[in-house]
């Protein structure tokens, strides 16, 4: 499908490109949605095969964010950037003021945020063009902390609590190491494999972990599995070994197609998609826009509602987890949509 094609399909808003012959910036805005509220989406940098995969890789995030904050139950749209350039130093200091000043000129209507390649300090450099940017703080505690909800209201939903449950960890970093020090102090025995050795001995030597190799983490025998690593990680192979009777996805984007979700229903595991169960992040960063922590513990609790209502419909309809997750989103957003102002400015 053609980029202009997919911008009528899936409703966009709007899409900004930017194209800067002295700078050399080749960047992309994708504003989803604006229904609930500003849209909220990270900044990704990375160099892609081609602009085109740039773009459609924002249009792809920015029409999931819409989807995460509305499950989320957060006053934001959804919305994503990429820069298509390795995050080098140089490209950082040649680049992001050249995208900032362009997020600028849509008044508001994207909050940018750090995401793959980009970080809080690069996040104080928008800051200085953008009056609202989000991820100054690490969104990755919060993250973990939703993960941790979604797993205990999946488990309370089968019947079985976390104390003395197997869970596999894919991936130590921000969001996976947080959550391993979680689900140890909730009594599970957590198993774990992380492409960096150190990373690994940490979570064995802090954490009391299992370390597993890299090739059997996915299919290691668990109670739970929880991806906080790469995207595209639950393949049709990885589906069809795997012995976790629930996923609740710390990663983005997890399954590696479509077919995949209706694969992990035929085997009746228990799936929370990624959207709803990694929330976290998106929740935090609602509240440092608005400025405001107070109804942070809430929304993170509501991530284990959410994540019940989705099991509870897919098991009731036959269907599987991710269509039963996208209709409820479509519900909230025309319910809004019907008293809907047009959305102005953020602050
Ligand atoms: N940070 C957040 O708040 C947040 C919010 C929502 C979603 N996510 C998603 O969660 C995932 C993890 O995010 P993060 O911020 O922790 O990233 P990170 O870069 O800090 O950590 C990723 C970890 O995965 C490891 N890894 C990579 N490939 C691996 C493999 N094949 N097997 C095992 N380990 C592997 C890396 O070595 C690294 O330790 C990403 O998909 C991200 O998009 C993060």
């Given amino acids: ?17 930017v194209r800067d012959p002295e700078s050399g910036i080749r960047s992309a805005v994708a504003v989803h949605d604006t229904t609930m509220g500003p849209a909220l989406g990270g900044v990704r940098m990375r160099r892609y095969p081609s602009h085109a995969d740039a773009v459609r890789d ?6 999931a964010m819409t989807v995460k904050s509305a499950l989320a139950g957060l006053d934001l749209g959804g919305g994503k950037s990429v820069i298509d350039a390795e995050p080098t130093r140089a490209n950082k200091d040649r680049f992001l003021p050249v995208h900032a000043r362009h997020v600028a000129s849509l008044g508001g209507r994207y909050v940018p945020g750090a995401d793959m390649g980009t970080d809080a300090a690069d996040m104080d450099v928008l800051a200085k063009h953008v009056p609202v940017v989000s991820s100054r703080r690490d969104p990755s505690p919060f993250t973990a902390r939703g993960v941790l909800r979604a797993v205990v209201a ?12 197997r869970v596999a960890v894919q991936g130590l970093g921000k969001v996976g190491r947080s959550l391993v020090g979680l689900l140890r102090d909730a009594g599970a025995t957590v198993l774990v494999a992380d492409v960096d050795d150190a990373r690994v001995r940490e979570a064995r030597d802090v954490a009391g972990a299992v370390p597993v190799g890299v090739g059997e983490i996915l299919t290691a025998d668990v109670d739970v599995l929880c991806p906080c690593a790469a995207g595209g990680v639950l393949t049709p192979a990885v589906v069809d070994g795997l012995r976790a009777r629930a996923l609740v996805p710390g990663a983005n984007n997890p399954l590696s197609g479509d077919a995949v979700a209706a694969a992990l229903h035929a085997r009746g595991v228990a799936h929370v998609p990624d959207f709803v169960a990694n929330a976290g992040g998106v929740i935090a960063c609602e509240a440092e826009v ?14 284990g509602t959410t994540a019940v209502a989705v099991l509870d419909a897919a098991a009731r309809r036959g269907t599987d987890t991710v269509a039963v997750a996208h209709e409820l989103a479509a519900e909230r957003l025309a319910a809004r949509a019907a008293g809907r102002p047009a959305f102005p400015a953020v602050v």
């Avoid at 309370?156 to 449950?165: A, K, P, Q, Y």
């Fill in 154 to 165: 999946t488990l309370e939903w089968s019947g079985t609590g976390l104390e003395g449950r």
């Fill in 1 to 17: 499908m053609s980029i202009l094609d997919a911008l009528d399909a899936d409703d966009f808003e709007q899409l900004t490109l």
């Fill in 290 to 303: 608005h400025g405001c922590d107070d109804g942070i513990e809430a929304k993170i609790e509501a991530i």
């Fill in 58 to 63: 924002a249009m792809a995030l920015a029409r």
